[in-house]
């Protein structure tokens, strides 16, 4: 019996094509007669394909060989094999095999991607397909395991690392699963060889987050300074995913970097109720990778973790440098750094980040808090979601706010939503003066700040949402700001510009447009900013118009997709 075996030929995950379908599918790809028993496709393969089944069955499988196999779903006449990889170009996460004498339709990415494009009635059923599949996949936690200790630090950062980039993963937490301590070739596991990530033939003993990019192929290849690309997006966050959207689809020739994971903080979001087109609230992390698989369908390059250390001109065109030593250089920069979350001003706060410490509210943070109560700090969008979200896994949340009014910054629907939830209490001007715990959060102090009075909550997790500073130091001395560390743009960049070798010259800002030309600002960032998603979406389409305007002034043409 397979874990999500299709329910019915409507099933979005698991489609059935019509005679038309397969007569496209059929064309665009390659048959073939494929035997009982045959292996399609490995974990780690890269030169995966989809597969259309024309008669007999392919199934697809979990842990193949291992005594932890899981056959996942079988597919029969007129569905078809493949994962959202196909379009991401990470490698295989599973093993597809075939368990009848079959005849099959294998079809590259490429002549994909031109399906998709040509006939949108396919395309939508082809793409929905493998976003749901996607989430299927991490909720049933298939793919990669990861091995390790849920108390240690470099753990928790390599499980959000591979968990805020989506990629679906098993954790094996060696504190709860002693008998797990065993690699894959069967020997003990010692002290330097966890955190373990297992990912097909491939196994990381103790990987850097570079490491664990490079083998699940999130780092985009030949990142070189002596090819520009049309336009480098700085940060994958909703601006900088809105601004690769319109880029890619518009023919510019388009790479993404950001240093943590593309979606950005929003990505994060349980829940988000009030973005268009979307009556029943959408998740931060569906809606990035929604994004993001439109952007690489048209030609997106992407490349995580890359962290912008440096800006430089040179040779009439725009070089960054990042942490990992390589260089990219670009006609256009846009800059959409976002960011960071604010820590709270008290003791074990930095100490305890991950272990019952959060900036986000995910499934993942709320099952390393299990059924605990939790404190939510804050009075913002951010706060209220989590809360919400919260509400549903815990026994009780406590809402903190410094001010004396709920709705004074937070959208009325939270709050309405809020008030009728009786297992979160909100607590009104309130602020946390200690963290208790060693290896994990067991509670906090709270104090009431109209009369001093402090009691002791035994909370299992405190999640922070008091803001953020932009993440524009390595733009220092490079671009105008703001006096909070805002860039400039526009008509505030107009009157601050740099001198007229290196700045605009004199001439009027273009909207969006830093003190650079050519480089634009938007989303959290910019001075000036909603900081709102829709707004930061906004921004970042409306950049692509102005990429556009600038490198016609410059007698550039689109180089279209690499």
């Known amino acids: 019996m397979s874990d999500f075996q299709p329910q019915a030929e409507s099933d979005v995950a698991f489609p059935r094509l019509d005679e038309a379908q397969m007569a496209t599918m059929i064309e665009a790809g390659r048959s073939e007669r494929v035997e009982a028993g045959a292996v399609l496709f490995s974990p780690g393969d890269l030169d995966y394909e989809l597969t259309v089944v024309v008669s007999g069955c392919v199934e697809v499988v979990d842990d193949a060989g291992t005594p932890e196999e899981r056959v996942l779903v079988s597919y029969g006449p007129r569905q078809f094999a493949g994962e959202l990889n196909l379009i991401t170009a990470e490698p295989a996460l599973l093993t597809t095999r075939v368990t009848a004498p079959s005849e099959v339709v294998f079809i590259d990415r490429e002549a994909l991607r031109t399906v998709v494009s040509r006939d949108s009635r396919l395309g939508d059923l082809i793409m929905n397909a493998l976003v749901a599949r996607r989430a299927t996949l991490i909720e049933n936690q298939s793919g990669a395991r990861l091995i390790g200790s849920g108390g240690d630090p470099y753990t928790r950062e390599l499980r959000e690392f591979l968990t805020r980039n989506r990629v679906p993963h098993r954790f094996i937490d060696l504190d709860r699963d002693a008998s797990a301590a065993a690699s894959p070739d069967g020997r003990p596991l010692e002290a330097g060889d966890v955190p373990m990530l297992v990912s097909g ?38 601006g900088g995913l809105g601004a690769a959207v319109y ?30 087109g979307f009556p029943a609230g959408v998740s931060g992390s569906d809606l990035a990778e929604r994004a993001i698989a439109q952007a690489r369908r048209f030609g997106l390059r992407t490349a995580v973790p890359e962290r912008a250390q440096r800006l430089r001109t040179e040779e009439g065109r725009y070089v960054v440098e990042l942490d990992s030593g390589d260089e990219l250089a670009a006609r256009t920069v846009v800059l959409a750094t976002g960011a960071s979350y604010r820590q709270l001003p008290v003791d ?8 019952g410490v959060f900036y986000a509210a995910t499934l993942v943070e709320a099952r390393m808090c299990g059924a605990e109560s939790v404190a939510v700090v804050g009075g913002g969008n951010s706060a209220g979601q989590a809360a919400i979200f919260l509400s549903g896994t815990v026994e009780r949340v406590s809402l903190l706010l410094r001010g004396g009014e709920l709705g004074a910054s937070m959208s009325n629907y939270l709050v309405e939503q809020i008030e009728s939830i009786d297992n979160i209490d909100v607590l009104l001007h309130h ?14 102090t709270v104090e009431r700040t109209t009369d001093g009075e402090r009691r002791e909550l035994p ?8 803001g953020a500073d932009p993440c524009t130091e390595w733009l220092d001395g490079a ?3 703001d006096d909070d560390g805002f860039l400039l743009t526009g008509a505030d960049a107009e009157v601050t510009h740099l001198d007229a070798d290196t700045g605009l010259g004199g001439r009027p800002a273009l909207p969006l447009e830093t003190s650079l030309p050519g480089v634009f600002s938007v989303g959290d960032g910019r001075s000036g900013s909603i900081k709102r998603v829709a707004s930061a979406v906004g921004e970042g389409s409306m950049s692509v118009r102005l990429v556009h305007q600038y490198l016609a002034s410059q007698g550039h043409e689109p180089q279209g997709r690499r």
């Open 247 to 276: 880029a890619a689809t518009e023919g510019l020739s388009t790479i993404l970097v950001d240093a943590v994971a593309l979606g950005g903080q929003a990505s994060t979001s349980s829940r988000i109720e009030n973005y268009l």
């Open 431 to 444: 602020e946390v003066r200690e963290i208790a715990g060693d290896a994990a959060l067991s509670g906090i």
């Open 479 to 481: 671009l105008a700001k």
């Open 201 to 238: 033939d491939k196994v990381l003993a103790a990987p850097t987050i570079l490491e664990a990019a490079t083998a699940l192929n999130l780092r985009a290849p030949n990142k070189t300074a002596k090819v520009a690309w049309d336009t480098l997006i700085v940060g994958g966050g909703p």
């Open 459 to 466: 909370v299992g997790g405190l999640f922070i949402f008091i």
């Open 348 to 355: 074990g706060c930095a100490r305890l980040n991950g272990a």
